[in-house]
């Protein structure tokens, strides 16, 4: 399959119509939590579009030409901090500002008729975070204060029909279709690869103390993005992403029942993130919802 055929508008008689951007409801929140004093958390939510640059008019309002363009993707991401005194926050957010140059970068080279497959594709979304992870690296070794930083990267991008997944670490993405919540993400922690190995049991995978204790991450010694494709043209379905602060106190049988009742993106945003701070709110609680809203009949 040809990537660039997912740039294009569907022919007549094909299954589906892209959603406009004004049928897209967007949001994120990030809050400290309860305990912690800084937030480490990072969260973006973007349109990719072709830009253009007015650099000189005798037109009086040179906005009626800058409109962006047809839309070329969605990006939703959220990031989790690693790092003593404000490192865990810096690193959250040099990686979020870094994959998202890559990304879009590479999406506009795309856009432009660049062939390619879908296997390079995914070759440069594994490439873009592992950019990411040079860069917080190279920015960690610069700085005492920063050694040892890193951060968690969890990155959702839509290009309709599908959205591409790119996870580093535990922060997770959902899938909400057909009613039922879907993870689409690993949590790349020791204890999760305890259970993998079969040395520790699923059952005590939650309350392992090596539940939170990063095997890979951005920034750190060892970063190993993993992709996944799911495919999203379902009007009405959601798209969650979230740092370990939710899930730490909020169950993924509670997520779904919130996003089956949800009357918007900003209310299940809200209505989760207190959920949690409810709950006690031990680490900083950051999610990020979207869906394509069905169409009027």
């Not at 404000?86 to 959250?92: E, K, L, N």
């Not at 798209?239 to 089956?260: M, N, P, Q, W, Y």
Request: hydrophobic residues 40%.
């Amino acid at each position: 399959m040809k990537l660039a055929s997912l740039f294009s508008v569907p022919r007549s008689g094909a299954p589906g119509v892209r959603p406009r951007d004004d049928e897209l409801d967007l949001f994120g929140l990030t809050h400290p939590g309860c305990v912690r004093k800084e937030n480490q958390d990072h969260f973006l939510l973007c349109t990719v579009h072709p830009q253009v640059l007015v650099h000189a008019t005798s037109l009086p309002d040179s906005q009626a030409v800058t409109a962006p363009g047809q839309r070329i993707a969605t990006l939703m991401l959220v990031a989790d901090g690693v790092g003593g005194g404000s490192a865990g926050s810096v690193a959250s957010r040099i990686a979020t500002e870094a994959v998202t140059q890559y990304v879009s970068s590479a999406l506009r080279g795309y856009h432009e008729g660049v062939a390619t497959n879908e296997e390079q594709f995914v070759t440069a979304l594994r490439a873009a975070a592992l950019g990411a992870h040079e860069v917080v690296r190279a920015q960690a070794e610069s700085t005492r204060e920063r050694r040892g930083m890193a951060t968690t990267l969890c990155l959702g991008i839509v290009v309709w029909p599908w959205m591409y997944v790119v996870q580093v670490g535990d922060s997770r993405c959902y899938y909400f279709t057909g009613g039922r919540l879907r993870l689409l993400t690993r949590d790349q922690t020791v204890a999760q690869q305890l259970v993998e190995d079969g040395a520790m049991s699923h059952d005590d995978l939650r309350t392992s103390p090596f539940s939170h204790v990063l095997a890979s991450a951005i920034g750190a010694s060892e970063a190993n993005p993993e992709i996944t494709k799911v495919d999203v043209k379902e009007r009405g379905s959601v798209i969650l992403l979230c740092t370990d602060g939710l899930t730490k106190h909020v169950s993924d049988e509670e997520i779904e029942t919130a996003v089956r009742s949800m009357t918007s993106s900003e209310q299940v945003c809200r209505a989760l993130v207190q959920l949690a701070l409810d709950r006690g709110g031990s680490d900083n609680v950051t999610l990020v919802v979207g869906r394509a809203l069905k169409q009027r009949q």
